[in-house]
């Protein structure tokens, strides 16, 4: 693991500032965020967090520890669910593939230890954004859903499921949305599938679903399974997800369709 040190980044008022590192999602890093920027708060915070940081400074977890300005670092502070948190200090993990957790005590060397400990140990909750679970609509042929209506979507094994994983204002997802929206008009009816949708700029999928990385992407779990896969090789167009229906559904009517 890597543990911080004022010698080795750059600084901004003495405060350490991350590097492009921080940004790479094959590390894990304990991020600390200060809302006071005085010279004393600094120099305490940093020999907090460093008493901690040594520790782990031969193990094998790849931990990266780093000290930030609050006011830079306004969306990694909303990720974490902190935003309206009212402590000088806030701290999260950010895991491999995204996933991350925050600190919800008063920050001190032994609740910090235990977060981080606990994080090693694989037995902290994730922290998952998700928009309010919206009311069922049986009318509707594209289902919405959210964080928390994942797993009930995804997991009701009576029917297939198709899942489109999107961010409604980029590009490639606007595209995606004009060609979902053909193939569900195709299946119009069926009872043997269910199609839904998920904003991903809202919301997140549980850990354990493994994605490709980029976007639009698409989830697929089989009638009388709770598998969950995701759709390769990715469809670039209608014709791509009729043909990927075609295979996993091929005794559908609307399979038959031309």
Same mark, same amino acid.
């Given at each position: 693991?890597?543990?911080?040190?004022?010698?080795?980044?750059?600084?901004?008022?003495?405060?350490?500032?991350?590097?492009?590192?921080?940004?790479?999602?094959?590390?894990?890093q304990v991020k600390i965020f200060?809302?006071?920027?005085?010279?004393?708060?600094?120099?305490?915070?940093?020999?907090l967090i460093a008493s901690v940081a040594k520790d782990y400074a031969t193990s094998k977890s790849k931990l990266t520890f780093a000290i930030a300005e609050e006011q830079d670092f306004q969306t990694d502070i909303k990720l974490l669910g902190l935003s309206d948190w009212g402590e000088d200090v806030a701290v %999260?993990?950010?895991? !491999?593939?995204?996933?991350?957790?925050?600190? +919800?005590?008063? /920050?001190?060397?032994?609740?910090?230890? *235990?977060?981080?400990?606990?994080?090693?140990?694989?037995?902290?909750?994730?922290?998952?954004?998700?928009?309010?679970?919206?009311?069922?609509?049986?009318?509707?042929?594209?289902?919405?859903?959210? %964080?928390?209506?994942? !797993?009930?979507?995804?997991?009701?094994?009576? +029917?297939?499921? /198709?899942?489109?994983?999107?961010?409604? *204002?980029?590009?490639?997802?606007?595209?995606?949305?004009?060609?979902?929206?053909?193939v569900v008009a195709r299946y119009e009816g069926s009872k043997e599938i269910v199609f839904g949708e998920m904003n991903m700029a809202l919301n997140d999928v549980p850990p354990s679903v493994k994605l490709d990385g980029t976007l639009p992407s698409f989830l697929f779990a089989r009638k009388g399974s709770k598998d969950i896969a995701t759709v390769t090789p990715k469809p670039t167009d209608d014709a791509d997800l009729v043909f990927f229906l075609k295979v996993s559904l091929p005794c559908t009517r609307e399979n038959k369709l031309t």
């Open positions: 693991m890597r543990t911080f040190s004022l010698a080795s980044k750059s600084e901004k008022n003495g405060l350490i500032t991350w590097d492009r590192l921080l940004y790479n999602t094959k590390t894990q200060l809302h006071t920027h005085t010279h004393t708060a600094i120099r305490y915070w940093h020999s %999260g993990i950010f895991g !491999k593939d995204g996933i991350r957790f925050a600190l +919800k005590e008063e /920050l001190t060397t032994e609740t910090l230890k *235990d977060f981080v400990s606990d994080f090693v140990d694989k037995s902290l909750q994730p922290k998952l954004n998700s928009e309010p679970t919206p009311k069922a609509n049986k009318d509707s042929e594209i289902k919405k859903v959210v %964080g928390n209506s994942f !797993k009930k979507f995804m997991g009701d094994s009576s +029917k297939n499921r /198709l899942l489109k994983l999107c961010i409604p *204002d980029a590009p490639q997802c606007r595209k995606a949305n004009e060609y979902f929206a053909k």
